[in-house]
């Protein structure tokens, strides 16, 4: 069994979409495990988008990120992380595929409603910044 993390927004928050992405997430098939509400710091946020920090819209990303408060997640499911990918989409809402979460409920680039490990390195990164790993 493998296992993805995702964290939902500040945007997805404050939309109330988050019990709606949780049940569209485990009708896909994947179990959600573990949950919790954080509000992002500035360093967590360097380290989940390390690429992000030397950007000219960092400034802007990072007041978004910590604007309110995030729903991190782990799941569990055969090839969770590509299928957790392919469910969230595009980060561009105009390039996401419609039936994805962010096809559906992205707003902008910047609000996307949801961010997923988009591999196994930047899953352990992002889920032990968060859980106790002791469910693997």
């Known amino acids: 069994m493998d ?20 049940a569209t997430i485990e009708a896909a098939g994947l179990k959600v495990i573990a ?12 380290i989940i988008w390390p690429p992000c920090v030397k950007e000219a819209y960092y400034p802007e990303m990072l007041a978004f990120s910590t604007s309110g408060d995030c729903l991190v997640f782990v ?15 595009h980060y561009d809402p105009i390039k996401a595929k419609p039936d994805t979460i962010r096809g559906r409920f992205a707003t902008s680039c910047m609000e996307n409603v949801i961010h997923s490990a988009d591999n196994v390195i930047t ?14």
């Open 3 to 22: 296992y993805s993390f995702g964290l939902l927004k500040p945007d997805c928050l404050k939309r109330g979409l988050d019990k709606e992405m949780l």
């Open 35 to 46: 949950s919790k509400r954080v509000r992002l710091t500035k360093k967590e946020v360097d």
């Open 75 to 89: 799941v569990k499911g055969e090839n969770a992380i590509v299928r957790l990918n392919e469910l969230v989409g």
């Open 123 to 136: 899953f352990w990164r992002d889920v032990c910044l968060f859980f106790d790993v002791n469910f693997v």
